[in-house]
């Protein structure tokens, strides 16, 4: 099976990576989506969000990384995948995510939603709260791969 990972991922987090990881290990393939939203205005660009992907999921067989902007169902039919993936830290995360997946459903009845809860220990992640505590200095080695820590700092620094 193939799963579609959509996201901005900027930057990629450990809690994402756990996804990815635990994304392959479940469905054999994850494309990873990164979306290119005209609406924000990214610390990084697509192509270093792209390497950060490539470098930090080296290790994983069968991670694709794509971009796409529009409509999540949309990347999901052109890319012949077989369900979107999406992770839940709390509570409020999953009222977003259905909604998300109820969206999606009513445009594309033929593609499921499948929810993976984040691991408890990256549950507090968010690729918003790394950047902040990037930007005041602060420890960020244990929230994102190596290859993200080392361009936060140069971002920041």
């Given at each position: 099976?193939?799963?579609?990972?959509?996201?901005?991922?900027?930057?990629?987090?450990?809690?994402?990576?756990?996804?990815?990881?635990?994304?392959?290990?479940?469905?054999?393939?994850?494309?990873?989506?990164?979306?290119?939203?005209?609406?924000?205005?990214?610390?990084?660009?697509?192509?270093?969000?792209?390497?950060?992907?490539?470098?930090?999921?080296?290790?994983?067989?069968?991670?694709?990384?794509?971009?796409?902007?529009?409509?999540?169902?949309?990347?999901?039919?052109?890319?012949?995948?077989?369900?979107?993936?999406?992770?839940?830290?709390?509570?409020?995360?999953?009222?977003?995510?259905?909604?998300?997946?109820?969206t999606n459903r009513s445009l594309a009845p033929d593609?499921?939603?499948?929810?993976l809860a984040t691991a408890a220990h990256h549950?507090?992640?968010?690729?918003?709260?790394?950047?902040?505590?990037?930007?005041?200095?602060?420890?960020?080695?244990?929230?994102?791969?190596?290859?993200?820590?080392?361009?936060?700092?140069?971002?920041?620094?």
């Open positions: 099976m193939r799963a579609l990972y959509p996201g901005s991922f900027d930057p990629l987090t450990l809690g994402h990576l756990d996804l990815i990881e635990r994304g392959c290990a479940l469905f054999g393939e994850v494309v990873v989506a990164v979306l290119s939203n005209p609406a924000k205005t990214p610390a990084f660009t697509l192509q270093q969000r792209f390497n950060q992907i490539h470098v930090a999921t080296a290790h994983c067989k069968g991670v694709s990384v794509i971009s796409f902007d529009g409509l999540t169902v949309r990347c999901a039919r052109h890319n012949q995948v077989d369900l979107i993936l999406r992770g839940l830290r709390a509570m409020s995360d999953f009222e977003y995510e259905l909604q998300i997946a109820h593609f499921e939603t499948i929810f549950s507090f992640l968010s690729s918003s709260m790394v950047k902040e505590v990037a930007r005041f200095g602060g420890n960020i080695d244990h929230m994102v791969p190596e290859v993200v820590a080392q361009d936060l700092h140069r971002l920041f620094n």
